[in-house]
């Protein structure tokens, strides 16, 4: 079994006063897909979140250790430099930034970080051209703003060029399928699997068994009430999808 | 006194230092023969003498605004102030090798190389060191095609016919108080005249720099573009560091004739205050531009992130029939900077246009100010107007705020008006921070791209210099 990439242990995170995440216990190795299922305000997305460091939450128990490192005490940018790359639910627009400006920004931002040398804009074009195939889609949305007047799916489109382009280790995709329709879906999922890497590994957060037809998990967690009440393999998703998430609640509701 | 200098160095404003050099100042306060005193210092003729007394006994009658600009400031003890200040040179200056090495220093430290072997191909320089123009750069060569480049100062020796013309013929002496205080102790500024056809063919740069302490800056500038004539001409500042407020009250005056294009640039960087609001440039300032011919253009771009209060209408009056005007501006306050600033655009002729873009960026305990006029007077049939106004905020205690004036005397005027105001939100910096980017890269590129619509109307290298400033000026504006 290859070393865990992702250990999270007895997480606990509120916002504000309201605690959301209640003992999270989750291990993730190179290689693997997982999925985090749920129904609506179970914790998904804020599990997503605390892993990328988003300041609204706070941890006030538990750890989480990236390639054996304290991930919760590196900054945002730092986690972002080290490999962890988060698929936003709702992408952010910034308006008068051209989508390459902003990509290349990132790019040579992790590559600094790296010890690398930056890259300039013309070999930054070659780069894109290749990763602008991961997504079927032309050079022409590399002059547009970043995500300013894009649709719900070029939004999460976006996010899959932009985790092409930063090839993360750890991928976290947050309710990435919502709002999708079936082209763009499968469009998502294929960018998804074309990136998959023995060295890399992908959390799927989702409420829907939609997306796991097209990304095959190994894992399912089923998060209920800010805990994981079930894991499973692939077929987990396929119950969840037949019988709903009531019957787990109501087996999580048992203290 | 050098040690003097290197405290003043600070970080925070790189500009801060003061020059240890010997300046001929004039005695304190505000009367008549201060008035004589400046224009015999500079030998004037008696007419420009007569028309300086004429607009300071007007302005004796006038009373300093603070009940309409959105902005508080103690008001300033004009009897306390010196109205002229020069450095002393040992020898009357004739060309740059004779300029004082010292003050050629300061002008190396801004970043402005007043040696023309240095010089940015292109950019010709006129410095204004306090009171008066310490240099005027590629004289010779603009005037092999007719174009005059000097201080005012030697424009009145010079080429008085031409000055005597059009000064005040855009802002008049009576226009309001910080105008006529200016008319009546201006001491000097740029003269730029392109004649008949011409394309100037450099961009054309004045650099102020206020230096003495207790001096007041009141510089005048004149362009004037001949028919079917163009010139671009930049306009950047700096102060030092002091803990009093100093007083700026400069006049802009452009005039262009049938099928002329004047575009005027600023980036403005007067040193602000610190963080308690000690300090600072009040920037007061009077700038306005008439298309004085058919088929005329002006266009206004300003990026104002210094002082510590700004208040400053760019204007045009659109006068010639197809007439355009243009206003681009980013003002951005931080500490607590306040700024009062937008345009007015006047359309009297037939088919004039306008355009006004302006981007307020407010952060700190700043407070923002859009403040614009659009006039349609009756016979400007087929009039056009386009504004639109967006401010940002950083932070909860800064403000933003939005005075739009229409007044549309004619029915076949179109004039339009969009604001947003937007908050730069921890989601979008966390968006950036995910990323890889830190938080102060992150803001200055939402920033950035915010201001890009005015920014690209600046000319190459002040649109680099503008948006490191920007970068700057908003440091620590997010805790």
Redesign the interface.
Known sequence: MSKPLLEVVGLRASAGEKEILRGIDLTVRAGEVHAVMGPNGSGKSTLAQVI?????YEVTAGRVLYEGRDLLEM???E???AGV??A?Q???E????SNAY?LR??YN??RK?RGLEEVDSMDFLDLLEEKLRIVEWGPDIMSR??NSGFSGGEKKRNEIL?MAV?EPKLAVLDETDSGLDIDALRIVADGVNALRRPENATVLVTHYQRLLNYIVPDRVHVLSNGRIVKSGGKELALELEERGYEWLEQEAAVP | MSSSVETLVNKEYKYGFVTDIESDIAPRGLNEDIIRLISAKKGEPEWLLAWRLKAYRGWLKMTEPHSWPNITYTPVDYQALRYYAAPKTKTPLGSLDQVDPKLLETYQKLGIPLSEQKLLAGVAVDAIFDSVSVGTTYKAKLAEVGVIFCSFGEAVREHPELVRQYLGSVVPASDNFFAALNAAVFSDGSFVFVPKGVKCPMELSTYFRINAAETGQFERTLIIAEEGASVSYLEGCTAPRRDENQLHAAVVELVALEGATIKYSTVQNWYSGDEEGRGGIYNFVTKRGKCAGANSKISWTQVETGSAITWKYPSVILQGDNSVGEFYSVAVVNGKQQADTGTKMIHIGRNTRSTVVSKGISAGQGQNSYRGLVKVLPKAAGARNYTQCDSMLIGNRCGAHTFPYIDVQNASAAVEHEASTSKIGEDQIFYLKQRGMNTENAISMIVNGFCKEVFKELPMEFAVEAQKLLGVSLEGSVG
């Open positions: 990328a460091g988003h300041p609204a900054e945002p940018e986690r972002a430099q790359f988060l936003f709702y992408p952010v910034i308006p008068g930034i902003f920004a990132a931002e992790i970080a703003a970043v932009q930063l």
